[in-house]
């Protein structure tokens, strides 16, 4: 899977549409502090089904809204685009919304879909929201302390098997 473009609408300090292009090889982002550099891996992440908004430095989902400064009035909605491809080069277009009072709502090439079926995806191709390709702020002290169980599931999301555990869990529920 190849990350291409990232389009951010509303989405914490991102307030007009932003969008990012992926190249190939390394990206690099540079910028003061508190510009919305960490932002930018939050959107990637919340895109691809992030749903524990602690891990978004939020309270609730809904803060990731763009929450209004002194001079700019909040917004109702917050949406992130993420561009992909494939391993077999074809585009993947993900979109998720989020508006106040209503929830996300997940979009895959033009169809709605769950936010299971996002997940799935992602996790399927190694790089899900809890990836370890997505490194934060505080996460490389974090694995250190991190108990065997977590540190278990850090590695199986690495090794692209975390989608089965859902499916095994679905199939036992059914
Ligand atoms: P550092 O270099 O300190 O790590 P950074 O570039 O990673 O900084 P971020 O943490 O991405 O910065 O951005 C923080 C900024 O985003 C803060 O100014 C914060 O007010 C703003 N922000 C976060 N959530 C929202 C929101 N919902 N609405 C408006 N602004 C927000
Ligand atoms: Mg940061």
Redesign the pocket.
Known sequence: MEFRKLRLSGF??F?EPATLRIEPGLTGVV??????????L?AIRWVMGENSPKSM??GGME???????ATRP?RDFAEVVLHAADDAGDDLDVVRRIERGAGSAYRLNGRDVRAKDVSLIFADAATGAHSPALVS?GKIAQVIAAKPTERRMMLEEAAGISGLHVRRRDAEQK
């Open positions: 914490k300090s307030v910028g003061p502090n508190g510009c919305g550099k960490s932002n930018l939050e430095r939020s803060d990731v809204i763009f929450a209004g400064t909040p702020q």
